[in-house]
């Protein structure tokens, strides 16, 4: 059975739903201040995953995430480059689409903007005036109260020692009559929303009162979601409650976590435009999802190599072949592995593993056994398909062309020239010219695969 850590809980739990083999999800998706980073490619790479296994359980999921395009960012932003709201939202949109859809990742089933929902925002603040959970302060801003709520329930979320006497209010409407141009009209006047509120709001929409899982990365644990908690609470009452809070560690840099405030992002596009997607995929799940991730560009090109031997695995095998009853039974026990693993909090890096230990067993037999390694690797295939890898063509893969110009040209004509050498070489047993070119061939990063008669097929790493 499927165990899931529990944020509450601090451990593991057996997966269960409110509703019968349904589960709804909502993440907190992104802010379009900037170009999304690692940081967001990690965490939706890995709801990815998880959705795509709950499918295989059998669970109908819904699947909500939002995108926050309005913020003090992002107004910031838009004021500094003399570019309208309305033209950088569309612009970042289009790049985070563009990311998404390289990286191959599920659309979900809602993603609404905040814009599109400032009615129903703004009727929500006017209830928690009403119930004295929210106030106007001296400046014409709204703010929550939070000397009318339990903080027992607080504590549900934040784990910290908060009481009734500490003033922890937190803005829901900012005032704002300095731009016109971006603010939005509201009972109390110009302004805009706060940001706590916005998920409150459109995940009770989407999703209603109970909510199996909530999730995002690990620094929305403090303050957005304990905030978002409490305010659900207030506006919905006993009735508001979510089974599963999940969060994805962090990807930090030197220290630190990688952050538009901090001025040390590794924007998605630029790593997209160096490396394959499913190296960047295959790196940002190396390591358990709770975990933070250090960054380091030796790890992901040691990620680049590994993704290449398991596509390397793949070449000339038939991966055309039908498997049928008979297969699905013999490959129960791989299957009861995969599964294994799967179930345990979804540790993936065990899973990468396991693919490798599948590489090991097809690589030592599959001139001997060709259409049963064959099939194996079609099975490989189906369990890497989960991880959102080995999804390209073997061959379109193993020759990609990563450069297109005159540098290229020459060097392809370099290493047809070495290997006609080479071959030379091993034709007149003349090893130590033909070990001597090998090496140089290394260098350049090149794999080669010798067949009968002389032949030599060849990739790049």
């Known amino acids: ?56 359980l059998g669970y109908k999921v819904t699947y909500v995430r939002n995108i926050t395009d309005i913020d003090d960012k992002i107004i910031k932003k838009s004021l500094y480059k003399n570019i309208s709201l309305k033209k950088l939202s569309k612009k970042m949109i289009l790049s985070m689409n563009n990311d998404f859809n390289k990286l191959n990742l599920l659309i979900p089933d809602y993603e609404p903007r905040i814009s599109n929902n400032l009615n129903l925002i703004i009727n929500s603040i006017r209830f928690l005036l009403l119930k004295k959970y929210a106030y106007i302060n001296k400046d014409g801003d709204i703010l929550f109260n939070s000397k009318y709520f339990n903080m027992k329930n607080y504590n549900l979320i934040s784990k910290l020692k908060l009481n009734n006497s500490e003033n922890y209010d937190f803005v829901l409407w900012k005032k704002n009559i300095n731009y016109i141009n971006y603010s939005w009209h509201s009972p109390w006047g110009l302004g805009r929303p706060g940001w706590h509120i916005e998920c409150s709001v459109l995940s009770n929409k989407f999703l209603g009162n109970k909510i199996d899982i909530h999730g995002g990365g690990k620094d929305l644990i403090c303050p957005h979601h304990k905030n978002e908690f409490i305010l659900s609470k207030c506006l919905f009452n006993v009735d508001y409650s979510i089974k599963y809070w999940i969060y994805v560690g962090l990807v930090i840099y030197n220290g630190k976590k990688i952050s538009k405030s901090k001025n040390n992002m590794f924007f998605l596009k630029d790593l997209l435009d160096r490396y394959c997607p499913d190296v960047i995929k295959y790196y940002l799940m190396s390591t358990h999802y709770r975990k933070n991730i250090d960054y380091d560009p030796e790890i992901l090109y040691i990620s680049k190599k590994s993704v290449y031997k398991l596509y390397l695995c793949l070449y000339d095998l038939n991966l055309d072949l039908l498997l049928n009853k008979k297969d699905i039974l013999i490959f129960k026990e791989f299957d009861d592995i995969f599964i294994k693993y799967m179930n345990d909090d979804l540790n993936i890096p065990s899973i990468q593993r396991f693919l490798f230990f599948i590489v090991s067993e097809i690589n030592k037999y599959k001139s001997k056994k060709y259409i049963f390694y064959s099939k194996l690797g079609i099975r490989m295939k189906y369990y890497a398909g989960f991880l959102n890898i080995l999804q390209y063509n073997v061959n379109d893969f193993l020759n990609k062309k990563y450069l297109k110009n005159n540098f290229y040209n020459n060097l392809i004509l370099k290493i047809n020239n070495l290997i006609i050498k080479r071959n030379l070489a091993r034709r007149q047993s003349n090893w130590i010219k033909a070990d001597y070119i090998r090496k140089k061939l290394l260098k350049l990063n090149i794999t080669l695969i010798d067949k009968n008669n002389f032949i030599t097929k060849w990739f790049f790493n």
């Open 1 to 56: 059975m499927l165990k899931i850590f529990s944020y509450i809980d601090k451990n593991k739990k057996n997966f269960t739903t409110f509703l019968k083999k349904e589960v709804k999800l909502y993440v907190c998706g992104i802010t379009i201040s900037n170009y999304c980073h690692l940081g967001h490619a990690r965490t939706f790479c890995f709801f990815d995953i998880l959705i795509k296994y709950l499918k295989y």
